[in-house]
């Protein structure tokens, strides 16, 4: 696109691809982004809404003409002393610039980039977009996001003129008084530009936000994108909870793969559109049921929309927080704004806090969880900002929403919970680089949640956030990676939930040892594979509405299975890419599947689940095949449509050698095929034949992995289970060491890889001195034991010149 040639207007008015990052004291951070992106980006297929921006020196030249800045300060000056509030300050502030007028060169030069801007869109008063951009704004080290005002839906020179006024004035809103005097900056340093962009039919498509790096975990490898109906303001305000969607950088540039690894359904209970008829210019309106139980995105747009991301990403060499919105009339995708992220990109990665709860508490309310520490306090719920001033210092804020007006008291709680909003809100922002945990999405917290009522705020539990009564006590403990001597032996970790994996992405394991198929059932899938293969069967009206309910978005149930078991395992996996990741196949016992959802109809009960119908036995079984191959359907998913080729399978309790064959036969025919696109198999090693017959299973698979407990149960005849057997369970057992002993031993006879996975050596030190002496390849710790255990296992080697 050619712009016109220089004009007068151009002091005072430029257009987006006329700038760059380096007019960020001219035209402010977000103008200066979309200069840039517009400038830079376009050629990589990025598409940007055309616009123009005022400059720094057009709103000084407004102040000037005006003379404003003195009594600005005056006011200012009073907020401070306290001989005003600061809603008296802000809003005699505001006043100042709503009766002030545009010098003509100023009124005439937006106006004329307005009908420029119109022609190009070949339109004769095109809608636009009018927002704020300080100068100070989206620094590296201050994130002012949302604390001015944007105006949708413009259209007329008029109109234009008027919501740049009133984009100056929101310069000076109660919000951003406050945050310049927490951030030490001079509110007349700070300057104003306006950015006028063509508006995208968003109002009948779709918006929200993206980030290029996991905004809770600081993960600096997942783009996470939140997404909702309408214009995108009520998912920057957290009006709404949107959908959210994560993406695996490293996997976009593979054109074969399709990297998302998350994908979550939001209420998206309203909407914002534009409004026909009176003042108001936009609208809230319900939507619909199709449109609260659809995803917004289809996987095609939410890998572009990474793609984007990323490459922006790359341009600016750092993290960045990025809007998008989606044309309803087109179809087209474009992106509307983009700024450094300033919270997790700060943070170390070599070193960092882990919260512990150390009691129980019931359970008030949850929601996404908005950092990773824990607050408890007073409750103080307020449902409205006319009531703001009640709030007590130091107590747990509970409202509906947090939009920018509340950011004065943010600052001031020890916690936060909100009826409304998701993990990419102004709310959630805000928190954020506070540094305040908050819990946001609960839908229902200022009901569950007594004003005044001690509580206690986790987010230190994986990505919901809980709300428990009482104050509970917890702990606290300060982790520096850098401090952990290195090893021989490789110690990975046991990763069970997507939603805690990444939490543990900067501990510098070696890959994951044993990620658990069933943890991913029983709480996210939570209906028994068989009932979504025959739902005819399920026969129980309750529980045959809810499997309907919980597949709705899907034409085939079973394909809800595979979706969800597969972007969890993915979600496992993406921290540790490209180490080895070691999924074990579902391990329930013939109890624990009939406890999920319909297994009341599949299951037969046994007197001895434990002994019973688990493992390998249930894969080529008639009475389980079907559920099996959605299993291995899932995990061909996540390997070569994903793009996770660094996952392991791992058969649990296979009792004998010709069951190991038949549980391979099977998953050949399901297109798992051991040595195909470098797929590899492993055996748990935890029944005393896998020991005895060891030469024998090594022909058949590539590594083993130890499983103390069973290997423990069964060594020395004890119920692991029971209370009155508990003294006797002891991986640590003569019999039980001789065990392991020689399963290492025969393993690498045989010259395969073999490592153990148990809690053994998370308890028990002195099991891990045994394990590095026997020279076992691996050992898998649970994560929260993993800095503490590293130390104890490098010491052993250095005892026995083993040393890495």
Not at 464 to 474: H, I
Request: charged fraction near 25%; hydrophobic fraction near 40%.
């Amino acid at each position: 696109m050619t712009a016109p040639a220089t004009s007068p207007a151009d002091v005072h008015v430029k257009w987006f691809e006329d700038t760059g990052i380096g007019d960020i004291a001219s035209v402010g951070g977000k103008n200066a982004s979309l200069g840039e992106l517009s400038r830079s980006l376009q050629s990589a297929g990025v598409r940007i809404p055309d616009g123009f921006a005022t400059t720094a020196g057009a709103y000084r030249d407004f102040l000037a003409s005006n003379f404003l800045e003195p009594r600005i300060r005056t006011y200012i000056e009073e907020y401070r002393a306290g001989r005003a509030t600061l809603r008296q300050a802000g809003a005699a502030i505001r006043e100042l610039f709503l009766s002030a007028t545009f010098p003509d060169s100023i009124g005439e030069a937006i106006q004329e980039r307005y009908r420029l801007l119109s022609k190009r869109a070949g339109q004769h008063e095109v809608s636009v977009a009018v927002r704020s951009s300080a100068t100070a704004e989206d620094l590296p080290d201050a994130s002012f996001a949302g604390q001015q005002e944007t105006f949708l839906n413009v259209a007329g020179g008029r109109a234009v003129l008027d919501a740049c006024r009133n984009c100056y004035a929101s310069l000076f809103t109660d919000r951003a008084i406050s945050y310049r005097e927490m951030k030490g900056y001079d509110h007349l340093d700070v300057a104003l530009s306006v950015g006028v962009q063509r508006m995208v039919r968003s109002d009948l498509g779709a918006a929200g936000v993206m980030f290029s790096i996991d905004t809770e975990s600081g993960f600096p490898q997942a783009v996470l994108i939140s997404a909702a109906w309408g214009l995108g303001e009520t998912v920057v305000q957290g009006t709404i909870n949107p959908d959210k969607y994560q993406v695996f950088k490293p996997l976009l540039s593979d054109e074969r793969f399709s990297p998302v690894i998350e994908r979550e359904l939001g209420a998206k209970e309203r909407k914002m559109v534009y409004s026909h008829g009176g003042n108001a210019r936009t609208q809230m309106v319900e939507t619909t049921q199709r449109e609260q139980g659809s995803l917004v995105l289809s996987d095609q747009e939410v890998v572009l929309l990474a793609r984007w991301a990323k490459a922006v990403e790359d341009h600016y060499g750092r993290p960045m927080d990025m809007e998008w919105a989606k044309d309803g009339l087109t179809g087209e995708l474009f992106m509307v704004q983009a700024r450094p992220e300033t919270v997790q990109a700060q943070r170390s990665s070599t070193s960092f806090r882990t919260y512990h709860l150390q009691q129980q508490g019931r359970l008030l309310t949850a929601g996404a969880a908005i950092g990773d520490s824990i607050a408890s306090g007073q409750a103080c719920v307020i449902r409205d900002a006319k009531d703001i001033e009640s709030f007590v210092d130091g107590s747990v804020l509970v409202t509906r929403m947090t939009d920018p007006d509340w950011v004065p008291v943010m600052k001031r709680a020890a916690g936060i919970v909100t009826d409304h909003g998701g993990p990419t809100s102004h709310a959630a922002i805000v928190s954020r680089e506070l540094g305040v945990p908050a819990v946001v999405g609960t839908r229902n917290a200022t009901e569950a949640v007594t004003d005044g009522a001690p509580i206690t705020l986790s987010c230190a539990e994986g990505e919901e956030g809980r709300v428990y009564e009482g104050m509970l006590e917890f702990t606290v403990e300060e982790v520096d990676l850098e401090a952990l001597p290195a090893t021989r032996t490789d110690v990975m970790v046991n990763i069970g939930s997507p939603a805690a994996a990444f939490k543990w992405w900067r501990l510098p394991a070696a890959g994951v040892g044993l990620a658990r198929m069933e943890f991913i059932i029983n709480n996210l899938i939570r209906i028994h594979p068989m009932a979504l293969v025959h739902p005819e069967r399920v026969t129980d009206p309750e529980e045959a509405a809810l499997i309907r309910r919980l597949t709705s978005g899907y034409s085939d149930p079973t394909e809800y299975f595979v979706d969800v078991l597969a972007t969890g395992i993915a979600k496992i996996a993406a921290p540790f890419h490209p180490k080895p990741v070691i999924v074990r196949l579902s391990d329930f016992k013939s109890n624990e599947y009939s406890h999920l959802i319909g297994g009341g109809f599949f299951e037969r009960p046994e007197e001895n689940p434990m002994l019973g119908f688990r493992g390998a036995s249930r894969y080529y079984s008639d009475h389980y095949r079907e559920g099996f191959a959605l299993e291995c359907k899932a995990l061909k998913r996540v390997r070569e449509e994903i793009g996770f080729s660094n996952i392991i399978v791992m058969i649990p309790f296979c009792r004998t050698v010709r069951e190991a064959d038949l549980v391979i036969e099977a998953m050949a025919g399901q297109g798992l095929v051991r040595g195909s696109a470098g797929l590899q198999l492993y055996m748990m090693c935890e029944i005393p034949s896998n020991v005895v017959l060891a030469e024998q299973f090594a022909e058949r698979f590539d590594g083993f992995s130890i499983g103390s407990n069973d290997l423990t149960q069964l060594v020395l005849g004890v119920d692991r289970d029971s209370e009155q057997l508990a003294g006797l369970f002891d991986e640590r057992d003569p019999a039980v060491s001789a065990m392991i002993a020689q399963a290492i031993d025969k393993a690498h006879a045989a010259g395969i890889k073999i490592g153990i996975c148990g809690q053994g050596p998370s308890n028990h030190p002195d099991l891990a001195e045994f394990l590095v002496g026997r020279g076992i390849d691996s050992i898998s710790l649970n994560p929260d034991t993993y800095v503490k255990t590293v130390p104890v296992i490098a010491a052993a080697e250095q005892q026995l010149g083993r040393g890495a």
